[in-house]
């Protein structure tokens, strides 16, 4: 028999020649990859476990300590503030009373100690399975169960407007520029942040204070909260309290338009 026209005609195996195949490069380059992801994971964790690294701090963690630090800086502050103070008391050449009115405005600017009768309103989130305890209520948001800045503002507001001579938001003083500010239920005052539940320390006459307490109306309309949901909401007589001294900047920061 002849040779076909489509037979080899140099003398070369019959075999059908290779083609190329794309689908082999492509499983060569898969292996290749995870192979590399699989060397970099190792050289990355040097024998630990990558997903539980305490090195990979969560965002809380690296909030709670950026307070932490916040709240040594305003202790270094304070104690520099008082060495200055030391040395410009000892001969600064002013008069007797102009160290007495200077004592004066220190007082009132609140960076100074203060001593007196007090009492402290505790404020705390409702319980997480808290229903409504009332008829005629509806069954609680989630939104419902938790302290808002409007409520602890609430709090400051009446106790300043029951002649509090100082006031203290859990380890803090306030001055004119605080403000009591919260993200979600945490507080950030002053650089710091703080959970539930939170403190108010108030020095003054402790009836007035309780009345100014009694008369707000937005503590009432919290106060429904408290009775309905279960907020927390507590007032305590502390008897004589010293209060610290604000001890973080002074200096007022503001926005300024771009050249």
């Known amino acids: 028999m002849s040779n076909s026209a489509d037979s080899p005609q140099d003398g070369s ?8 195949r794309p689908v ?19 050289n990355t964790a040097k024998g630990t476990n990558i997903r539980t690294d305490t090195s990979l701090l969560k965002l809380s963690d690296l909030i709670q300590e950026r307070s932490r630090k ?4 305003d202790q270094s ?6 060495e200055v103070e030391s040395f410009a008391e000892r001969d600064d050449g ?16 609140g960076t100074q100690k203060l001593k007196g009768e007090a009492i402290t309103v505790t404020l705390n989130d ?3 399975d808290a229903t409504a305890k009332l008829p005629g209520y509806p069954e609680p948001q989630p939104d419902y169960l938790v302290i808002h800045q409007q409520d602890l503002q609430a709090v400051v507001n009446a106790l300043w407007q029951g002649g509090a001579k100082g006031i203290k938001v859990m380890d803090q003083r306030l001055i004119s520029t605080s ?11 002053q650089g710091r942040v703080y959970s539930p539940p939170y ?16 008369a707000s109306t937005a503590i009432q309309n919290y106060m429904v909260y408290v009775n309905v949901y279960g907020l927390g909401w507590k007032v305590t007589q502390d008897g004589t309290v010293t209060l610290p001294g604000y001890s973080g900047t002074v200096d007022l920061h503001y926005a300024q338009p771009v050249e």
């Open 13 to 20: 195996s019959p075999a059908r020649e290779r083609r190329f």
């Open 24 to 42: 082999r490069v492509l499983t060569v380059a898969v292996f290749a990859l995870a192979g590399l992801i699989f060397f970099t994971s190792f």
């Open 70 to 73: 916040n709240g040594e800086l």
């Open 77 to 82: 502050n304070g104690s520099l503030r008082h």
């Open 94 to 109: 002013s008069s007797k009373a102009q160290d007495e009115k200077l004592a004066g405005l220190e007082k009132s600017a």
């Open 126 to 128: 409702a319980p997480p």
């Open 179 to 189: 403000a009591v500010r919260c993200v979600g239920n945490t507080l950030i005052l």
């Open 199 to 214: 403190k108010i320390t108030a020095i003054g006459d402790p009836d007035k204070l309780n009345k100014a307490l009694s």
